[in-house]
């Protein structure tokens, strides 16, 4: 089933355009331009995104806190709200633009073609209702009539995440589940209409060491058995380096690398990756911080928007954005350095 079997027609909505895509692509993400209208100023969170996801591809979103990775993956799942506002760019999701389509639309998208996990699982549950009764109305939004009763279905998700005694949860208020316990329950929510795309908000955020791989194991089983795509956000590059087939690598609401997970991690080409490569906790090494702060976003630099951190910035870098390059087998950064990549160990 495709995005436009679920929204019949959305191709001829304005702003919804069907187009054509390349083969194998799944979403691909261009121009996305999200601004929050506060009263100290307009907060340039997501300045000209673009990055794509193939099927059956694992794609990690990376950077430190506030370069406005949670942002981006919103503003694609029509998600941002007052006082943030989308001001540009398109969002095609297997030949539709997520970006073009409003409440009902929309709502019947995510869930059905694309699965949300966000970060906090007791935000995505509601508190006042039984489990069972949460998966039943999953189930009727999308007017999914299952073999068996919502309830046996809503078993089988929960089993497929590794739920033992799903009888015991089903009865239960979220209240009553363990942080762990709750992810669990919403990404067997997530996939339960069996959607194309999983996008994963730091999912495993708060929850024991233990538990983040199990979890992480748990969705990235879920998603490549079923040859699903997935989204990933997370600042740990450990993470990338372990789950993710690509990586984009974001800095200050901009896309500053992208390119195969090996390719990415091994010669890094912006001083921003390397940076951020350099700072990944080693066993027996002291820890590198990364110095600086993001930039303002509000007074948005001109130039590079890493200028100020770099230790190679030179003349262009406080006025002129710099180009794209791309290497090897498409891996693409944007800086005015063009020197043979730095090997980070
Ligand atoms: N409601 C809001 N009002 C004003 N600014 C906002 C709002 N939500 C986000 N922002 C700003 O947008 C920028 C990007 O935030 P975002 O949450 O996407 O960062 P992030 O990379 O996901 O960080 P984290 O890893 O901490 O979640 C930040 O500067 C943030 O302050």
């Known amino acids: 089933m495709t995005a436009r079997d679920v929204l ?13 895509q390349p083969a194998g692509r799944l979403l691909e993400v261009s ?6 209208d506060t009263p100290d100023g307009l907060v340039h969170a997501v300045n000209g995104v673009d990055f794509h996801v193939d099927r059956a591809e694992i794609v990690g979103v990376v950077g430190e806190s506030g370069c406005g990775k949670s942002v981006t993956i919103r503003s694609i799942l029509g998600l941002v709200r007052p006082p943030g506002r989308v001001v540009d760019g398109t969002a095609m999701f297997d030949g539709v633009d997520l970006l073009g389509l409003r409440g009902a639309q929309l709502r019947r998208l995510r869930g059905r ?6 970060q906090n699982p007791f935000s995505a549950l509601n508190p006042v209702l039984r489990i069972h009764r949460q998966f039943a109305n999953i189930m009727a939004a999308h007017g999914v009539r299952s073999g068996g009763t919502a309830r046996d279905r809503a078993r089988t998700a929960l089993a497929d995440v590794g739920i033992a005694g799903p009888d015991r949860v089903l009865d239960g208020y979220p209240h009553q589940l363990s942080g762990g316990m709750a992810q669990r329950v919403v990404i067997a929510m997530a996939m339960l209409l069996d959607p194309a795309l999983v996008v994963a908000d730091e999912p495993t955020t708060g929850l024991d060491l233990t538990v983040q791989r199990q979890i992480l194991d748990l969705i990235r089983g879920l998603v490549q058995q079923h040859g699903r795509s997935m989204l990933l956000v997370t600042h740990d590059l450990g993470v990338v380096a372990q789950y993710c087939d690509r990586v984009v690598v974001m800095y200050a609401g901009k896309v500053i690398e992208h390119g195969a997970v090996r390719d990415v991690l091994n010669t890094p080409r912006h001083p921003y990756t390397q940076a951020l490569i350099r700072a990944v906790p080693r066993p027996g090494q002291p820890l590198v911080h990364l110095t600086g702060r993001l930039p303002d976003l509000v007074d948005y630099p001109r130039g590079c928007p890493f200028q100020a951190r770099c230790p190679d910035a030179f003349a262009p870098c406080d006025h002129v954005i710099p180009e794209a390059a791309t290497v090897g087998g498409g891996q693409t950064y944007w800086c005015h350095l063009s020197k043979e990549p730095e090997v980070v160990r």
Do not use: N
């Not at 019949?8 to 054509?20: D, F, N, Q």
């Not at 073609?113 to 966000?118: D, E, K, R």
């Open 113 to 118: 073609q694309i699965g949300f996990i966000a």
């Open 31 to 36: 121009g996305l331009t999200t601004r929050f």
């Open 8 to 20: 019949p027609g959305t191709g001829a909505l304005p702003g919804a355009p069907a187009t054509t």
